[in-house]
């Protein structure tokens, strides 16, 4: 196999890899809304602040429905193993799904168990329960009632990964007729759990060695102080185009490597999970700076930066296409700053012009440097708009995340990105949306395009398979936020050209992953495309 193959061949797997998470980090914001409302408002502090103890006091009827709501939001942080573990193996098997996630649920539990029996046959747990006197703070916890080895998010990514491994290899396994009732799907759970026996095994003899290696890297990502803070930002927007930004920075968020706190007693690692325990403790005065570096620097370029860069490139359109861009471009900007989705906007200038794209990721290295350098401390969910600045900013005080000054940098970032980008595209005479002299792909939908939707959606569906070369040539089919994600068997097949005919602003040919940036109607055209494969594959 050349090399060209083998890194399309591993691009693809990164892709699909990276596609899984996502949909754990997407159940993130619920939680996060949970937890950020049931906290701030039990939180005794800020109830005797704004003299609210008639309506939210303990024993009331709200404090209650709020305590509620707090103890799911932490339920949901302190079980993503779990949820990393279904969702990968989810999103990583090709046919037959629903056995693949049963069997991830079924080895999560018998790999932690296998691990939990050798705790008490090593003298890590003594008879009573209580542990060794040589076990380390935070190198055990408690996963699902069982007590086992502390292997966070990683647990969870080494089982989805590995049975989804297992179930696109076995799910089709003939068995002798003695044994045929448990050939195909049923035999996926089976083998699921004599492998994961052993892996429980070995992560007990193996686990402890990485767990060091990794607090380490975690300790020098934290030592390399503002410099690491600005690589981090950069980098973070450098892998959009490739889709292999959560790749990046989940395991920060989510392990040590975003660094290890104690709070109340208990060592929780990763930088998102410390920042809502945090949240959820009634102790806590100031949020930890150093977790935040790795979260807050998004909220200046997602809610002033780029909605401005949207306006520049408004102001810069030709006066007869102003109306048509204005719309496309509003709402753009206006996704950004509510819920800090930002590919719409950023796609619009990375094809056209690249080198307003790493401008852009320059100055979100800075924004994360900037924010690192004044103390700002408001965590994120998933993404940093308006909803999370007001869950985890302005709610909690400024005491506790120095929001004011966020303020400041909104001010910055706005009229710096609007004055840079206006320049820049009038100096190199940019072709951003609405300056073309023929401008035939803007328009403005009649009644009869509303009549003719779900043909069109039809349509749509059918350029999309016609670009990625038929049925026959298409593997997998997923999406994230923004991207419809395609593997195929032969990407020399895939036209580029005709996908852009069904209204994609931009698409991204890596060896066979294929993604297709629609923006955040993805899911819908998913959706739409997905049937439409079914009905002409009968």
């Known amino acids: 196999m050349s090399k060209e193959k083998q890194s399309g061949k591993f691009f693809a797997t990164i892709q699909q890899v990276g596609k899984s998470f996502f949909l754990p980090v997407s159940v993130l914001p619920i939680a996060g809304l949970l937890l950020g409302l049931g906290s701030s408002f039990t939180n005794q502090t800020t109830i005797e602040t704004y003299n609210l103890t008639g309506l939210l006091?303990?024993?009331?009827?709200?404090?209650g429905l709020l305590t509620i709501m707090s103890q799911v939001g932490t339920a949901i942080f302190g079980n993503l193993p779990l949820i990393f573990a279904l969702a990968v193996a989810l999103g990583m098997a090709r046919k037959e799904k629903a056995v693949a996630v049963l069997s991830a649920g079924i080895a999560f539990i018998?790999?932690?168990?296998?691990?939990?029996?050798?705790?008490?046959l090593s003298g890590y747990i003594l008879p009573d329960g209580s542990y060794a006197d040589f076990v380390l703070q935070g190198q055990l916890s408690n996963i699902l009632g069982i007590t086992s080895l502390?292997?966070?998010?990683?647990?969870?990514?080494?089982?989805?990964?590995?049975?989804?491994?297992?179930?696109?290899?076995?799910?089709?396994?003939?068995?002798?007729?003695?044994?045929?009732?448990?050939?195909?799907?049923r035999f996926v759970p089976i083998i699921s759990t004599i492998v994961y026996i052993?892996?429980?095994?070995?992560?007990?003899?193996?686990?402890?060695?990485?767990?060091?290696?990794?607090?380490?890297?975690g300790n020098l990502v934290t030592e390399s102080g503002y410099g690491g803070t600005f690589i981090f930002g950069f980098l973070e927007r450098a892998l959009i185009p490739f889709g292999l930004h959560h790749v990046f920075y989940i395991p920060f968020w989510q392990t040590a490597?975003?660094?290890t706190a104690t709070i109340d007693g208990a060592v929780i690692a990763g930088a998102q999970n410390i920042f809502f325990a945090e949240l959820a403790s009634p102790n806590t005065v100031r949020f930890s700076v150093d977790a935040c570096r790795f979260m807050t620097g998004k909220y200046p370029f997602m809610m002033a930066g780029l909605p401005a860069a949207a306006y520049a490139m408004y102001k810069c359109a030709r006066p007869e296409n102003k109306k048509v861009v204005a719309g496309l471009l509003f709402s753009a900007g206006l996704t950004s700053f509510l819920t800090g989705i930002t590919e719409p906007i950023e796609f619009t200038?990375?094809?056209?012009a690249p080198v307003l794209f790493i401008l852009h990721c320059g100055l979100a290295g800075l924004s994360f440097l900037l924010c690192h350098l004044l103390d700002i401390c408001i965590g994120t969910t998933f993404s940093c708009g308006l909803i999370d600045f007001t869950l985890y900013g302005l709610l909690q005080g400024p005491t506790k995340t120095n929001w004011p000054m966020m303020m400041v940098l909104f001010a910055i970032y706005a009229v710096g990105y609007y004055l840079i980008f206006t320049f820049l595209i009038k100096k190199f005479n940019i072709m951003t949306p609405g300056r073309e002299e023929n401008a035939t792909d803007i328009k403005l939908y009649t009644k009869e395009d509303f009549k003719n939707k779900q043909n069109k959606n039809d349509s749509k569906s059918e350029l999309i398979l016609k670009g990625v070369g038929g049925v026959k040539n298409l593997v997998d089919i997923d999406a994230c936020a923004t991207r419809?994600?395609?593997?195929?068997?032969?990407?020399?097949?895939?036209?580029?050209?005709?996908?852009?005919?069904?209204?994609?602003k931009g698409v991204i040919k890596k060896g066979k992953g294929i993604q297709i940036i629609y923006g955040p109607q993805v899911t819908v055209i998913k959706?739409?495309?997905?049937?439409?494969?079914?009905?002409v594959s009968q």
Request: glycine letters at 12%.
């Open 257 to 259: 490597l975003g660094g």
């Open 484 to 504: 419809l994600r395609l593997t195929v068997v032969d990407e020399t097949l895939v036209d580029e050209e005709l996908l852009k005919t069904s209204g994609a």
């Open 527 to 535: 959706s739409d495309f997905e049937e439409y494969v079914e009905k």
């Open 349 to 352: 200038f990375l094809f056209i």
């Open 198 to 217: 052993f892996v429980g095994i070995l992560c007990f003899f193996v686990w402890p060695f990485i767990q060091s290696g990794i607090f380490a890297l």
């Open 150 to 185: 502390e292997l966070g998010v990683f647990g969870g990514i080494i089982v989805g990964l590995g049975v989804a491994t297992l179930h696109n290899k076995f799910y089709k396994q003939e068995l002798p007729m003695a044994l045929s009732f448990f050939s195909g799907v």
């Open 110 to 120: 018998v790999m932690h168990t296998s691990i939990n029996a050798m705790l008490k």
């Open 57 to 63: 006091g303990t024993g009331t009827i709200l404090n």
